[in-house]
Structures are given as structure tokens and as C-alpha cells.
């Protein structure tokens, strides 16, 4: 009977299925209730020490829908990170592991270039008794002038002095979350675990312009008239979110074989989550898709995958995690194994040809021979 518990940094999960750090972790409330439905983990929202300087707008997401279904396939936002005091957090996060002691709360916190203020927030934010922490190196928008999230995220050497000061800190598990909004994603991810951090999560949302109202002449999400760039996540970023973590994926093989890895972007499925494991991650993320179809979707989730490893005949998730990765190659490969699987599938036609005397050719006469004898 197969299981979907799964251990991952010394953290027992009931399932891999993990709500993303975003609206659907927001305060204590929302948490308990993705418990109560079954969720393996969660990630709380970003909170920082100070949350004064975080002023959301309205409206803060624009919604992509396909052209004849009307399905929402690609959502956009310019929502920041947590706006609630880390005093209220930390009443609300002491709360949340009284009342769940055995469910895995992960704390994603971000701060700016200060080491002082990181070494405070990681004290800080595990005496609370959270499980482990995700450190937001990957929100697109807001707030770069303070050199945080992505802004700090896309330059590896800083993302590996801030995570050197984390770990020195820290007590607990640290995953870092990577931004996409990079030319070679790997580059980032060494740095973090250069630094020691335990695990790699990836990716955040898509740096992006959603659209323009051919009425108004406005781009959207439209605040007062104007808007700024956000991130874009949904169904349409699962390719380029599969594409990055296969590519994190062979780096924790080859370099760091020991780290982990939690799969983000565009997941709505047991399938797109199943392809997530596929390709090397050892949990799967979800966030957008809650927003869109509420916390129960993880129990189809469950199912459906439960289901897929019965298929299989898969005991454990271990049993099939990056078992698709052996069979992503170069090009110049691809060349070389398509040209000798054509040259083996015309010797194996010239082989059939010689089924009677009228098939025998001169020219060819000692290699059909050959052919045609054992030993």
C-alpha cells in the first residue's frame, strides 16, 4: 500500500502537498483551516520586523483567461509581503503550533541588507517554535530599493552573504527561495547551498505585465489609473517552473546530493504535482491555485496521486523522485541517438527484406549472409 509521508530536513510530513507563502498563509486563521484539510505543510506569508513600510493597494491582481474556455490560466500580482506587525505574527504563529503541534509551519521571512536585522528575525521567528524557515529571495516587486526579495535574489554573491548569516542563526531547517527572474537559475541556488542552506525552493513568481484594456488604454491591474510590473503565476508558468526545477534538480545530484528541494509554479494537479516529484523535488508547493479553487483541492490531490503510485506500483515517493531526470540530454546527443536508432532500424528492415530467394542481392549478398547466421 503505497504512502505519501514523506521526511524531508528532519521534518515529517503527512504528504508533500505544501500551501505556498502568499495569500493563502496570511494569518492563523487561514493556516489552521489548510491543517484541518489536510495539507502536508505550511508556508506562512513573508513577514519582516517591520511592517510599517509595507502598504498594499487595491486592486492588486489581473487575471489572464483563455480565449474560448474563459479558464483563468495566468494570474498576476502586485501584492507585497505581510503588512501585520511581527508581534501579532508572533502571537498568531505560537497559536497555530499550540493547537497543531504535529504539523510542519514553515516562517518565510525576508529582510534588507542588514545583518543585524537577519540575525534578528531568524532568532526571533524560530523561538516560536516554527519548524523551519524559507527565506524570500524571489518577490519581484515591491520594495527593491531595500535591496530585498528578488532584488537580493538575483545576485548570487549577496544571496550567499545573506544566507551565510542566516546560518549562522539558525537552528532550524533553512530552504531559500529562488526568484526565475534570472538567466541561469543554478547560479543562485549554488550560492544559497555554497551557504549551508538545507534546502532549495523554487520558483517564485514571474516578473510581468499582464495585458492592456483596449478601452481604457490602461495596463492592468489599474490603480488610480497606473500600475506597476508584478509576478505572474498560474497555470501558464508550470513549463518554465518544471524547466527550472529539473534544472535545480541536477544540481543538487551532482553538487549536493544531500539538500532538498521544494517544487513552486503553476500547480493545480495531482498530474502537474506529480511531474514536479518527476523531475526531483521532494515536495510541491501551491498557492495560486487555492486562491482559485479554495483549500480542498488537496484532497483530490491525494488521491489522484495515491492512485498514479499504485499504477506504478510506487511504495514511497523516494521510490520515484527525479526518476525523469536521466532522460533529459544535450541536443548534439539527441543527433547521435536518433541517427543510430534510424541505422539499427534500416539494418533491422534489410534484415526482414530477405524473406524469399527473389530478395537476394549481389551487392549486398555477404552482409545478408551475415544477417541471416548465428555465431
Request: charged residues 25%; negative net charge.
Amino acid at each position: 500500500m503505497p504512502t505519501l509521508e514523506t521526511i524531508v530536513d528532519g521534518l515529517r510530513l503527512p504528504n508533500p502537498f505544501v500551501i505556498a507563502s502568499g495569500p493563502p498563509g496570511t494569518n492563523g486563521n487561514v493556516i489552521g483551516r489548510a491543517f484541518d484539510e489536510g495539507w502536508g505543510a505550511v508556508v506562512c506569508k513573508t513577514l519582516s520586523l517591520d511592517a510599517s513600510k509595507v502598504i498594499n493597494v487595491q486592486p492588486r491582481y489581473a487575471r489572464l483567461r483563455a480565449r474560448t474556455s474563459n479558464e483563468i490560466i495566468g494570474w498576476e500580482n502586485i501584492e507585497l509581503i505581510s503588512d501585520r506587525s511581527f508581534e501579532v505574527w508572533e502571537e498568531e504563529l505560537k497559536a497555530v503550533k499550540d493547537k497543531y503541534p504535529d504539523r510542519i509551519l514553515i516562517a518565510s521571512i525576508m529582510e534588507e541588507y542588514n545583518k543585524d536585522a537577519w540575525f534578528e528575525i531568524v532568532e526571533r521567528t524560530q523561538d516560536l517554535g516554527v519548524d523551519a524557515l524559507e527565506l524570500n529571495f524571489s518577490c519581484p516587486h515591491g520594495l527593491p530599493e531595500r535591496k530585498m526579495g528578488s532584488a537580493m535574489g538575483e545576485d548570487p554573491e549577496l544571496l550567499e552573504e545573506v544566507s551565510g548569516w542566516v546560518m549562522e542563526a539558525a537552528t532550524v531547517p533553512v530552504w531559500a527561495k529562488m526568484t526565475p527572474n534570472v538567466t541561469h537559475i543554478e547560479d543562485p541556488t549554488r550560492a544559497a547551498l555554497r551557504a549551508g542552506c538545507q534546502g532549495i525552493s523554487a520558483i517564485n513568481t514571474i516578473r510581468s505585465v499582464l495585458g492592456v484594456d483596449l478601452e481604457t488604454l490602461r495596463p492592468e491591474p489599474t490603480v488610480e489609473g497606473y500600475t506597476t510590473a508584478g509576478g505572474y503565476s498560474s497555470r501558464a508558468i508550470l513549463p518554465i517552473a518544471l524547466r527550472m526545477v529539473m534544472e535545480i534538480a541536477q544540481v543538487l545530484r551532482d553538487e549536493f546530493p544531500d539538500r532538498s528541494l521544494s517544487g513552486i509554479g503553476g500547480v493545480e494537479t495531482a498530474e502537474d504535482a506529480t511531474q514536479m516529484l518527476l523531475l526531483g523535488a521532494d515536495t510541491v508547493q501551491v498557492c495560486t491555485a487555492v486562491m482559485k479553487s479554495g483549500y480542498g483541492i488537496v484532497r483530490p490531490m491525494i488521491d489522484d496521486l495515491l492512485s498514479f503510485m499504485e499504477k506504478h506500483n510506487f511504495e514511497t515517493l523516494e521510490d520515484f523522485k527525479g526518476h525523469s531526470l536521466q532522460y533529459f540530454s544535450t541536443h548534439a546527443e539527441l543527433v547521435e541517438r536518433q541517427a543510430a536508432a534510424r541505422a539499427e532500424a534500416k539494418a533491422q528492415r534489410d534484415l526482414k527484406a530477405v524473406d524469399t530467394d527473389d530478395q537476394w542481392r549481389g551487392e549486398d549478398f555477404v552482409e545478408q549472409s551475415d544477417a541471416l547466421s548465428r555465431g
